[in-house]
């Protein structure tokens, strides 16, 4: 009898959905089922998430692909993970039932306590041990909330009945009954020293969080534990996990120091491996874990643009100024600049490099000749500009020039706006043929762990060049353009 064909699956569970994708060895895509869940707005400000609900799509996301592939479950070689960052769980220990909603990475309610934390003076404390500025979007501030707001979960805590995890352990306990995480999600919480590879004690007690609540940190590609026959119908190793912003670094194939990708969601994440060094960012970036094969650490720069597809969604949904995405695109190439328009996307503040948590949105250059297209396209074009601010400040930090942009994420699939952010990169963006590259790198992670591929160079050659866009734009209107956005941002920044 021939030998089944195996699969890697990899666990894709994102801030809106849960996907679930099996890889085949040349990372083509066989199976994929996605399945949204709810988002729960209790305050203005404030965002969460039902942890029982994101592991019941998660599971069903999952049986699901290996129903579309048609495959037999004992055919998944491995499993991966890949994340939402910093969400926040917490749950009973003796249960496994959650205490509290997931505190998603979005949410703000923790701003008062990080601005109590900078006022003690412990901003440079927190970034040399963890690469991070101290910002609610972490997750230690927003355990700090909840054992604030309710005291009787710190008892709980101290006394060992409680169990903390970012979205990748709530999955691994639920598939293994397993307490894990790795470094790359670790490395987001505020809790974790990059540079030793542990739990910082110093900063736990700084914090008030008791260490037994905290999951044991193992490598990125390694083995969480069998997920139980009953679940997936067969016992699965789960061998690979990482956040997802890492894991989409690592799909990119960016193993070399130097290389780079971005992600064009919701918001933009520019991810720059640095190598066995964590580079200490003098122009505000964060230094993050990018991964751990299990031969030590390999770390990347990392800034975050808020608002960068959003903007198109507030132009759909807030403005009607377009019917759908795909609209802006048209629009934009309707008209042959921006008609000296240029907005600032600030409606949450502004990320990386600036962290100006009081910048606002802002459009400046109106006059009588402004047209919806040259709207649209200066808020397409904002994207491109914030993310060029942030290849700068890494090419600053890094010394050295990044020779392209492997892009991918929803947004990727505007041409208009890809162009147009090589052109004013000054380099070539180039996209995948996978799209789903993020499932991918976690897939990669668990199949490595597992010796479905061999190695890195194996990993490697699977990637594939889908589209490159070049720079075309004469380099006396690329210095105007960002001339004048930099105008237009100093003045969202002086708006208070």
């Not at 190598?275 to 230094?287: A, D, R």
């Not at 903007?311 to 100024?321: C, K």
Request: proline share 4%; hydrophobic share 40%; glycine share 8%.
């Amino acid at each position: 009898m021939a030998a089944k064909e195996l699969y890697i699956l990899a666990l894709d569970q994102g801030t809106t959905s849960s996907r679930a994708i099996l890889f085949n060895h040349e990372g083509s895509i066989i199976g994929l089922k996605q399945i949204p869940f709810t988002q729960i707005f209790p305050k203005p400000g404030w965002v969460e998430h039902d942890p029982e609900e994101i592991w019941r799509t998660q599971l069903e996301a999952a049986r699901g692909a290996i129903e579309a592939a048609q495959i037999e479950p004992d055919q998944v070689a491995a499993v991966g993970i890949t994340n939402q960052r910093e969400t926040t769980v917490l749950w009973d220990r003796a249960s496994g039932k959650p205490v509290h909603n997931a505190i998603v990475w979005q949410c703000r309610r923790s701003a008062e306590i990080c601005q109590e934390l900078r006022a003690l003076g412990l901003s440079d404390l927190v970034r040399e041990k963890t690469g991070l500025v101290i910002d609610a979007y972490f997750s230690g501030t927003k355990l700090m909330w909840l054992f604030a707001e309710y005291p009787e979960l710190r008892h709980r805590a101290e006394r060992g009945e409680l169990m903390f995890g970012t979205v990748d352990s709530w999955l691994i306990y639920k598939l293994t009954g397993r307490h894990l995480t790795d470094p790359t999600n670790a490395s987001r919480t505020l809790l974790f020293n990059i540079k030793e590879g542990r739990w910082d004690e110093e900063l736990l007690k700084l914090f008030k969080i008791p260490a037994a609540i905290l999951p044991d940190v193992v490598p990125s590609s390694a083995h969480f534990g069998l997920a139980r026959k009953e679940l997936l119908g067969a016992e699965v190793p789960v061998t690979g996990c990482a956040g997802d912003q890492q894991a989409a670094l690592f799909g990119h194939a960016c193993f070399e120091p130097g290389t780079a990708k971005n992600t064009y969601g919701t918001g933009c994440f520019t991810l720059m491996n640095t190598g066995s060094v964590p580079v200490v960012s003098k122009n505000n970036l964060l230094t993050t874990v990018a991964w751990d094969l299990g031969k030590g650490y390999t770390y990347a720069l990392e800034g975050s643009v808020f608002i960068a597809g959003a903007v198109i969604q507030w132009l759909r949904d807030q403005m009607g100024l377009v019917a759908d995405s795909s609209e802006s695109e048209r629009l934009a190439r309707s008209v042959e600049d921006s008609g000296e328009v240029f907005m600032v996307p600030a409606f949450v503040g502004m990320g990386a490099p600036y962290w100006d948590s009081e910048a606002r949105g802002t459009v400046v250059g109106i006059t009588r000749g402004t047209t919806r297209a040259h709207f649209v396209r200066a808020a397409l074009e904002s994207i491109a500009y914030q993310s060029r601010d942030l290849l700068v400040a890494m090419e600053g930090d890094f010394g050295r020039r990044i020779p392209c942009i492997k892009a991918d994420g929803g947004a990727s699939a505007n041409s208009f706006l890809m162009q147009f952010q090589a052109d004013v990169l000054e380099r070539s963006v180039v996209l995948p043929e996978v799209g789903e590259i993020t499932a991918l790198g976690a897939a990669y992670l668990a199949g490595l762990s597992v010796g479905y591929w061999a190695n890195l160079g194996e990993v490697e050659r699977n990637w594939r060049k889908k589209r490159e866009f070049v720079p075309e734009m004469a380099a006396e209107r690329r210095a105007r353009l960002l001339e004048r956005w930099q105008k237009a941002v100093g003045t969202a920044r002086h708006y208070k």
